[in-house]
């Protein structure tokens, strides 16, 4: 049995994180503006932004976010083409980039399961699954520059290809995607999944197979929700998220009267209705600095163990080793870095389920291994030095005695 339509409309995002030092970030952001690639957030994508960072992030460091700006990027169903945003931002603090692609899977009012499959579709599109025919009949392919490519990761390719041009080494590993169920009618957003749990199991693992799937299953690998308001629930995965939000008219008037009242202002952020899945509520947000801390810890355990080679390699492999654990105490503070608490408890639970804590614990045992390794070169390195010591010691008492014998000779 497959279950009916559900009321609101469906929304996709999908991100990926590139480790990247200053130098080649700017490099790359030159390059973009000089030849027009990217431009400024404008327009309501650019106020959608602003007051979501704004309301949800009192500090840190400004992120510089930009918008695709050339031929547009899209997912391409046969003749049907779904406008895709590219937003590419750089953080400063993590010296990573960040590619975030939205679109808008199904905006009629109301969902249904082929709506679904279409979004599990994308989803597997952006992961890299090609069609046999790009163009033809219901095939999902990208767009770039009026080019088909055979899945919309590969037309993303192209546009991370073209903003690098062989400036940066990394590649687009580390990726993700966050569904967002959104309707207006402010009903407790907890009861929609349990009705039927499996497409969200299938939004959320990408498995176009979710009507074999077993409702308890489906709910078991989803898990509690996680919300602060009766109209939201976000479902965690080690893939991604889902969101269902319900926010009604009722919420966004009361939200302001409040606003108004105390602070002289509507605040825009309550009356958000964004074409971003997952940027109302911070689950966007989480899910971005997740991954990146992710793509640095996998960068920083890819470069761990280089081959040295060469007469000083003990001591090169100090001296690397020392640094290395020194930026690998850098990643592990930004692996525990918070939110403000309203959206703590989230990124907590996504960190858990993205498996950042395996990757601290993997952390922390290459750690030990590197002190460990530090202190073998070290003494390998002192030891080199005592026995080169103790062979000149042994030479300039040799010189000394034979010295004493010649004069000894000479006087007789």
């Known amino acids: 049995m497959t279950r009916g339509p559900v009321d609101g409309k469906l929304l996709l995002s999908y991100l990926w994180a590139i480790p990247m030092s200053s130098g080649e970030s700017d490099q790359v952001f030159a390059r973009a503006r000089e030849n027009a690639l990217l431009k400024r957030l404008d327009g309501k994508l650019r106020d959608d932004w602003a007051a979501a960072e704004a309301f949800l992030f009192l500090e840190g460091e400004p992120l510089n976010r930009w918008v695709l700006a050339t031929s547009p990027l899209a997912a391409a ?10 937003i590419v931002t ?4 993590y010296r990573a980039m960040t590619l975030v692609v939205a679109l808008t899977v199904a905006d009629s009012g109301t ?14 599109s952006f992961q890299g699954r090609p069609c046999a025919h790009p163009g033809r009949d219901a095939e999902i392919h990208g767009r770039y520059r009026k080019t088909p490519f055979p899945s919309v990761r590969a037309a993303v390719d192209a546009v991370f290809d073209e903003l690098t ?14 569904v967002e169920l959104r309707a207006a009618h402010g009903h407790p957003a907890d009861k929609t999944v349990p009705a039927d749990p499996r497409p969200f199991y299938g939004l959320a693992t990408g498995d176009e197979g979710w009507r074999f799937v077993p409702n308890a299953v489906a709910a078991t690998a989803l898990g509690e929700p996680w919300g602060t308001r009766e109209f939201v629930a976000v479902y965690s995965m080690a893939t991604g998220i889902i969101c269902i939000n319900h926010k009604g008219a009722d919420y966004v008037e009361r939200q302001h009267e409040f606003t108004r009242e105390h602070f002289g202002q509507a605040e825009p952020y309550f009356a958000l209705d964004t074409a971003v899945a997952g940027l109302d509520h911070g689950a966007l947000f989480v899910l971005e600095r997740v991954l990146v801390r992710l793509a640095l810890a996998d960068r920083w355990l890819h470069s761990a163990h280089p081959e040295l080679t060469g007469p000083d390699r003990a001591r090169d492999a100090a001296t690397r080793t020392r640094l290395l654990r020194g930026s690998l105490d850098d990643i592990l503070q930004l692996l525990n870095a918070l939110l403000p608490p309203e959206v703590d408890s989230l990124e ?3 960190s858990t389920r993205m498996g950042v804590e395996r990757t601290i614990q993997q952390l922390d045992r290459q ?13 390998s390195v002192v030891s080199a030095r005592v026995t080169r010591l103790t062979a000149v010691t042994v030479v300039l008492t040799v010189v000394t005695i034979v010295l004493g014998v010649l004069q000894v000779l000479v006087s007789l």
């Open 77 to 86: 169903i046969g003749d049907e083409t779904l406008r895709c945003e590219l």
């Open 348 to 350: 907590r639970r996504v």
């Open 367 to 379: 750690a030990e291994a590197m002190d460990e390794e530090t202190r073998y070169a070290y003494e």
């Open 90 to 93: 750089w953080h400063p603090g």
């Open 165 to 178: 041009a062989g400036t940066v080494d990394e590649e687009m590993k580390r990726g993700a995607w966050c």
């Open 111 to 124: 969902v249904s399961a082929r709506d679904f499959d279409r979004a599990i579709a994308l989803v597997q």
